[in-house]
């Protein structure tokens, strides 16, 4: 119905960016684009900023063993060796290159919601995802 509202006369919901949604925006451009300037400059094998309690505890790796050097990886776009180390590292990368580019184009364009995505297909394709990234982290459980 809505498609329809220009030509009725009706009045459309506004879907200009208010102060606070720009604001937003711009801090999650800025976290994302600093998850990926600190992926093309920090070589993991030199500089480990994060411990990994999970394996010191267990002795087993975690779900996101490997994501610091798959994500360096995919940096320098190297897919093959991002992917040998963690399935899931190239998939963030470009997720969130993608992000930035969508929040961007929003402030860009003073609109919320550039495309379209139903609620509930957002909602399935995390539970996917997160399912899948659970099997993939149970078949690649082993001891270091």
């Not at 505890?57 to 996101?64: D, Q, R, S």
């Not at 860009?108 to 139903?118: M, P, S």
């Not at 990234?133 to 149970?138: A, K, V």
Request: hydrophobic share 50%; net charge positive; aromatic share 12%.
């Amino acid at each position: 119905m809505n498609e329809l509202a220009g030509f009725t006369g009706q009045s459309t919901p506004d879907n200009s960016l208010s102060a606070v949604d720009r604001r937003n925006r711009c801090a999650g451009i800025g976290m994302l684009l600093s998850l990926i300037l600190y992926a093309s400059c920090v070589d993991p094998d030199k500089v480990t900023l994060f411990r990994c309690f999970f394996r010191e505890l267990t002795g087993w790796n975690c779900f996101a063993c490997g994501l610091s050097h798959s994500l360096h990886l995919s940096a320098r776009l190297d897919w093959a060796a991002a992917v040998k180390y963690h399935l899931f590292g190239p998939v963030l990368f470009l997720s969130a290159w993608m992000l930035s580019v969508y929040w961007i184009l929003e402030i860009a364009l003073d609109r919320k919601g550039v495309v379209r995505v139903n609620p509930k297909i957002i909602k399935i394709g995390i539970i996917a995802i997160a399912l899948v990234w659970l099997i993939y982290w149970l078949f690649h459980l082993s001891p270091v």
